[in-house]
């Protein structure tokens, strides 16, 4: 896994959810994450596709239940 996608994605889920980034682990669950909820994890993905230049699809997502889920799929990975 590219390291910088996952640092980006690491951190961007850290701003939405104003915890620090070293709080959020790649094995930590989307939705488990302290203060996630769907609404957020929206926002997580569309600041992950403007950062990374990244096209996430709907049933891609739907699949990624971690954190390293996102970034494998930020960096065109199939999960």
Sequence with gaps: MDDSIAAVVRATVA???EVEPGDIADDDLLLGLPCGDSLRL???VVLVEERTGAEL???D???ARTVGD???LAQGVPI
């Design 15 to 17: 701003e939405v959810l």
């Design 42 to 44: 929206l926002q997580i």
């Design 57 to 59: 699809f709907e049933e």
């Design 61 to 63: 997502l739907l699949m």
């Design 70 to 72: 996102l970034a494998k």
